[in-house]
């Protein structure tokens, strides 16, 4: 179980800042949660949430919205054809995959809509 952990380790970031423990030290996240993470920073750091706020089209999100699902596919350690990409709200993505080690990951991606 301890190589398991080590292999897929990552600072656990809440609501976009480090998360500390009682201690003020940073927490740790493993295996599942931190590749779930990985998608999710993943996508921010692509420009393609930020190009969901610009558009407005209902065609051009989608294909915004498949971009994300490509881009999550390039993720190794995710099992080609098990990504999907949810659009729960016009603020929310909700993105489910499953890993080849670790069974199935969420994540959810948070944004503000440009049609407020």
Do not use: W
């Not at 393609?48 to 915004?64: E, F, G, I």
């Not at 080609?80 to 993505?93: N, R």
């Not at 080849?100 to 049609?115: D, L, P, Q, R």
């Amino acid at each position: 179980m301890i190589a398991e952990l080590s292999r897929y380790s990552d600072l656990l970031i809440v609501d976009g800042s480090l998360s500390l423990d009682v201690g003020a030290q940073p927490e740790l996240t493993h295996t599942r949660a931190s590749i779930a993470q990985d998608v999710k920073h993943m996508l921010m750091a692509s420009g393609l949430v930020t190009k969901l706020l610009a558009q407005r089209s209902p065609t051009m999100r989608n294909d915004v919205y498949t971009e994300m699902e490509l881009l999550i596919e390039t993720d190794t350690r995710l099992v080609p054809g098990s990504i999907d990409v949810d659009i729960q709200s016009a603020e929310l993505i909700a993105i489910t995959a499953t890993t080849y080690e670790f069974g199935n990951i969420k994540t959810e991606v948070n944004y503000v809509s440009a049609t407020r």
